[in-house]
């Protein structure tokens, strides 16, 4: 019998750079490749997976920000009917527990692009939005693994993530990002197709992903999961305010958290925002939530550090970060 948890673990990562990666995954899951695809294709259509594709390290082949709107609660749906409308903006969360309720993550390929988005948001809804570029990562897409025991993440096995250079890219590069942010498709052949999109040859495709895979550019290779269609529908977004001579050693010790799925330090924006560091925990319920949080915090020596925790209550868009558009919704 198939066990989906176990072959999802298994594909998010390490997709073969191959003629015929499918057949290749196929045959170590015991499975055809047919049998895969039509797998794949079936929870593509139904969104339980975003796309198979390339995760790309943040801020190095463009640029990112966290930005945030103070929204009455009436208007909520409206204003996030509206943040999600822009191409650039490529997550759009609602979430409780903070004057600032709406939470979204914007990408381009040069910062004077992100700062029209931003100055576009602002048009569009009347509010200005917080901007909290990333500092610094500490652990950050390598994966969401679902084969474990309440949650609980085996870190023997997925570490943490490795800090990369930024890198320059060519226009041949960016037509291949682009060509790579909506997904391979589920073909048998899927490079193939990649190549004539961007107007590459196949073996200069595959070379530049295996260079990029081994120098950080491409966190991982593999499928991006929605996560609360397996079942994780709960999360928090968990912020502090930590003294800048100790935020790296104490996200570096809460990156380590078997419960933290994202981890990271952003700039701060006094007085509106004064927290720099920043964890995501995911739970199967609101029960199971809370005692992480606790868990959490006390392991990480943050009970006494002033924080705030923000709620997830409704997910209005998710999918990659677009890095290769150039010119803002």
Same mark, same amino acid.
């Given at each position: 019998?198939?066990?989906?948890?176990?072959?999802?673990?298994?594909?998010?990562?390490?997709?073969?750079?191959?003629?015929?990666p499918?057949?290749?995954?196929?045959?170590?899951?015991?499975?055809?490749?047919?049998?895969?695809?039509?797998?794949?294709?079936?929870?593509?259509g139904?969104?339980?997976?975003?796309?198979?594709?390339?995760?790309?390290?943040?801020?190095?082949?463009?640029?990112?920000t &966290?930005?945030?709107?103070?929204?009455?609660?009436?208007q909520?749906?409206?204003?996030?009917?509206? @943040?999600?409308?822009?191409?650039?903006?490529?997550h759009?969360?609602?979430?409780?527990?903070?004057?600032?309720?709406?939470?979204?993550v914007a990408?381009?390929?040069?910062?004077?692009? &992100?700062?029209?988005?931003?100055?576009?948001?602002?048009?569009?809804?009347?509010?200005?939005?917080?901007?909290?570029?990333?500092?610094?990562?500490?652990?950050?897409? &390598?994966?969401?693994?679902l084969a474990?025991?309440?949650? @609980?993440?085996?870190?023997?096995?997925?570490?943490?993530?490795?800090?990369?250079?930024?890198?320059?890219?060519?226009?041949?590069?960016?037509?291949?990002?682009?060509?790579?942010?909506?997904?391979?498709?589920?073909?048998?052949?899927?490079?193939?197709?990649?190549?004539?999109?961007?107007?590459?040859?196949?073996?200069?495709?595959?070379?530049r992903?295996?260079?990029?895979?081994?120098?950080?550019?491409?966190?991982?290779?593999?499928?991006?999961?929605r996560?609360?269609?397996?079942? =994780?529908?709960?999360?928090?977004?968990?912020?502090?305010?930590?003294?800048?001579?100790?935020?790296?050693?104490?996200?570096?010790r809460?990156?380590?958290q078997?419960?933290?799925?994202?981890? =990271?330090?952003?700039?701060?924006?006094l007085?509106?925002?004064?927290?720099?560091?920043?964890?995501?925990?995911?739970?199967?319920?609101?029960?199971?939530?809370?005692?992480?949080?606790?868990?959490?915090?006390?392991?990480?020596?943050?009970?006494?550090?002033?924080?705030?925790?923000?709620?997830?209550?409704?997910? =209005?868009?998710?999918?990659g970060t677009? =890095?290769?558009?150039?010119?803002?919704?």
């Amino acid at each position: 019998m198939l066990n989906e948890q176990s072959l999802y673990d298994q594909l998010q990562r390490g997709f073969p750079l191959q003629p015929r990666p499918y057949q290749a995954l196929a045959a170590k899951a015991g499975l055809c490749e047919h049998a895969l695809l039509t797998l794949l294709a079936r929870d593509l259509g139904s969104g339980r997976i975003s796309r198979v594709g390339a995760v790309f390290a943040p801020n190095v082949i463009g640029v990112s920000t &966290l930005g945030a709107l103070s929204v009455p609660p009436a208007q909520l749906d409206r204003v996030a009917a509206r @943040v999600s409308a822009c191409a650039a903006v490529s997550h759009n969360y609602a979430r409780s527990g903070h004057r600032y309720n709406l939470w979204f993550v914007a990408g381009a390929r040069e910062r004077v692009t &992100l700062d029209a988005t931003l100055a576009s948001i602002s048009d569009l809804t009347g509010l200005a939005p917080l901007d909290l570029p990333m500092a610094r990562e500490y652990h950050i897409d &390598l994966g969401f693994p679902l084969a474990r025991q309440h949650g @609980v993440r085996s870190r023997r096995r997925a570490g943490l993530a490795a800090p990369a250079r930024a890198v320059a890219l060519d226009e041949d590069d960016w037509r291949l990002v682009a060509a790579l942010e909506a997904g391979l498709p589920l073909t048998p052949r899927p490079f193939h197709a990649l190549a004539r999109q961007a107007r590459l040859g196949v073996p200069q495709v595959l070379e530049r992903l295996a260079q990029w895979s081994a120098q950080g550019v491409i966190r991982r290779l593999g499928v991006v999961l929605r996560h609360g269609r397996f079942g =994780y529908r709960h999360n928090a977004m968990c912020v502090w305010d930590v003294a800048d001579g100790r935020v790296d050693a104490i996200g570096l010790r809460l990156a380590r958290q078997p419960r933290v799925t994202l981890c =990271y330090r952003r700039e701060r924006r006094l007085p509106d925002w004064p927290y720099n560091l920043f964890a995501m925990i995911h739970a199967r319920s609101a029960q199971e939530l809370q005692p992480a949080l606790a868990q959490v915090r006390a392991a990480a020596g943050l009970e006494q550090v002033p924080g705030s925790v923000l709620v997830g209550t409704h997910c =209005y868009k998710q999918r990659g970060t677009r =890095y290769a558009i150039q010119v803002p919704a």
